[in-house]
């Protein structure tokens, strides 16, 4: 058993979809979330600059001396989680390969999407970890820059012309492609699930990489012994930028109000 702390960061508020998984799953954890609010989105930004703020943003979790650390960040797992593991003695759990594997293991007619930012489609590593699990799966990769700006400022919901709009722009090749499994590539993308649901059809099963990234941390954590002996955890949340504006939307993507402190952090200092 291991009572310390489990960190988890993104670029934002997306990992709290990742966060919310870990924390149903392991309810008797404490967590530290690390969100860079102040330099959000990482998507746009290109591989040396999202290496340099994920080293930073892990650096800053090591300071409470986690057991391990979860990316629930799409772009930092597909661009920096083999610099990050090289770099750290710890386990260090991205979000790609586990994604990678459910859509490989849910695919009927061998063609799966990933939709995930441009640094992420950039990278090719989603079509390089599903080649390397079944190499006949065709994939479609579809960058979508916007998605990650509007539901930062809260715009998800089915019934919003501007989101429907641009989802049918990103999300019709894909359709037109015939994919049957598509990869919701960016830990925000969760909260436009309902969105890309209602534009690529109820036969399109839609993988959450959040979830599937925290189901595989549990399952390997658990497997090292590595889990905490306490009925009830805690949650600390960091943020480079607002913590009010954090507290106001941190709320939808927990499905709760948030239960611990928010706390600014000068990130540039790690």
């Given at each position: 058993?291991?009572?310390?702390?489990?960190?988890?960061?993104d670029?934002?508020l997306?990992?709290?979809?990742?966060?919310?998984e870990?924390?149903?799953?392991?309810?008797?954890?404490?967590?530290?979330?690390?969100?860079?609010?102040?330099?959000?989105?990482?998507?746009?930004?290109g591989?040396?600059?999202?290496?340099?703020y994920?080293?930073?943003?892990?650096?800053?979790?090591?300071s409470?001396?986690p057991?391990a650390?979860?990316?629930a960040?799409?772009?930092?797992?597909?661009?920096?989680?083999?610099?990050?593991?090289?770099?750290?003695?710890?386990?260090?759990?991205?979000?790609?390969?586990?994604a990678?594997?459910?859509?490989?293991?849910a695919?009927r007619?061998?063609?799966?999407?990933?939709?995930?930012?441009?640094?992420s489609?950039?990278?090719g590593?989603?079509?390089?970890?599903?080649?390397?699990l079944?190499?006949?799966i065709?994939?479609?990769?579809?960058?979508?820059?916007l998605?990650?700006?509007?539901?930062?400022?809260?715009?998800?919901r089915?019934g919003?012309?501007?989101?429907?709009?641009?989802?049918?722009?990103?999300l019709?090749?894909?359709?037109?492609?015939?994919v049957?499994?598509?990869v919701?590539?960016?830990?925000?993308?969760p909260?436009?699930?309902a969105?890309?649901a209602?534009?690529?059809?109820?036969?399109?099963?839609?993988?959450?990489?959040?979830?599937?990234?925290?189901d595989?941390?549990?399952?390997?954590?658990?497997?090292?012994?590595l889990?905490?002996?306490r009925?009830?955890?805690?949650?600390?949340?960091?943020?480079?930028?607002?913590?009010?504006d954090f507290?106001r939307?941190?709320?939808?993507?927990?499905e709760?109000?948030?239960?611990?402190e928010?706390?600014?952090v000068?990130?540039?200092?790690?």
């Open positions: 058993m291991d009572p310390r702390p489990i960190g988890v960061f670029s934002g997306g990992g709290l979809t990742a966060l919310r870990l924390r149903r799953l392991l309810p008797g954890e404490h967590f530290i979330y690390f969100g860079d609010t102040g330099r959000v989105p990482y998507g746009g930004k591989r040396e600059i999202i290496q340099h994920a080293r930073q943003d892990v650096a800053f979790l090591r409470f001396d057991k650390i979860v990316i960040c799409g772009t930092v797992s597909a661009n920096a989680l083999a610099e990050l593991t090289g770099d750290n003695d710890l386990p260090i759990f991205g979000v790609v390969g586990p990678a594997q459910a859509a490989a293991a695919t007619n061998g063609r799966v999407g990933v939709i995930a930012t441009a640094a489609i950039r990278s590593a989603y079509e390089g970890q599903i080649a390397q079944a190499p006949r065709k994939v479609c990769p579809q960058a979508c820059p998605f990650v700006p509007l539901v930062e400022n809260g715009r998800f089915p919003d012309k501007v989101v429907e709009l641009v989802a049918e722009e990103y019709a090749p894909l359709r037109q492609a015939g049957d499994t598509l919701l590539g960016c830990t925000h993308y909260l436009l699930r969105v890309i209602q534009t690529m059809g109820t036969e399109v099963t839609l993988i959450d990489t959040g979830a599937v990234c925290a595989h941390a549990v399952r390997t954590l658990s497997a090292q012994g889990l905490a002996d009925a009830q955890g805690s949650c600390r949340y960091f943020v480079s930028d607002s913590t009010q507290a939307l941190a709320s939808i993507f927990l709760g109000d948030i239960a611990g928010v706390t600014r000068e990130i540039e200092n790690y």
